[in-house]
Each structure stands twice: as structure tokens, then as C-alpha cells.
């Protein structure tokens, strides 16, 4: 992906219709799955929430934005840690109840403990 002026890489906004944004099935505190895959790799970064809200702006800057349970408010990844994630595709499953998006991981990694992939844990013996 080509830098953009500042040097940052370019972001890719996604230009959704009404007709699949309605068929988007936000659960009963308005929050739907997301799931952040590396574009290049398909390595399964994390999963996050979004709100209508959170999904807009996602769509439209290129850039992941969630909602964070914890603390009742947007969250747009990396604003923090410099590690932020430019979409190159977005996706919704069948039933309009899953998101995917397919990103250029920018900087150390997706999970807030520094590693690449938040699912770096493994069930029984290592």
C-alpha cells in the first residue's frame, strides 16, 4: 500500500449501500461482532464490537473504529498505541450478524498486550 502525504499508508474507504447496511443485525445493545483478519497473511488479528455508529465511521475514514464495552465509548484503534489497522475490505456473513474486515496491520500488532494477534493462546498442552 502507497503512503499518503503524511507519510502514513493510503486508507481505503468502503462505500457501502442502505440496502446492505440494513441488513446489518446489531444485537439488543445495538453491538455486532467484528473480526479483524490481516489482508495479506489472513492471520485472525482480533474481535472487537461495533455500533451503527462505530461502523459508519469505519467504512467511510478506511480505518477500524469500535465501541468499547468497558468504557461505554468509541474507540478508534491505534489512537493510543500507533498500531492502527487500514480496512482494505469489509464483509458481513449471512445472517448480518458477524462483520469481517480485512486490514493492513500498521505497527506492532493488534492485541492491547503488544503481541501481533490477540489469539495467541492455545487450549491444552503447549
Not at 449501500?17 to 444485537?27: A, C, M, P, T, V
Not at 461495533?50 to 491505534?78: D, I, N, P
Amino acid at each position: 500500500m502507497e503512503p499518503d502525504q503524511t507519510g502514513q499508508p493510503e486508507r481505503t474507504p468502503i462505500r457501502a449501500s442502505g440496502e446492505q447496511l440494513q441488513k446489518i443485525r446489531f444485537d439488543q445493545n445495538g453491538l455486532v461482532p467484528a473480526i479483524v483478519q490481516d489482508h495479506e497473511s489472513g492471520e485472525v488479528l482480533m474481535m472487537a464490537h461495533m455500533t451503527q455508529e462505530s461502523l459508519a465511521l469505519s467504512l467511510e475514514h478506511g480505518r477500524t473504529v469500535f465501541w468499547s464495552r468497558s468504557r461505554q465509548e468509541l474507540w478508534r484503534k491505534g489512537d493510543t498505541s500507533g498500531n492502527h489497522q487500514n480496512i482494505r475490505s469489509a464483509h458481513y456473513d449471512c445472517d448480518g450478524d458477524t462483520l469481517l474486515f480485512r486490514v493492513d496491520q500498521i505497527g506492532a500488532g493488534a492485541c492491547h498486550t503488544g503481541a501481533r494477534s490477540c489469539f495467541f493462546e492455545t487450549f491444552g498442552p503447549s
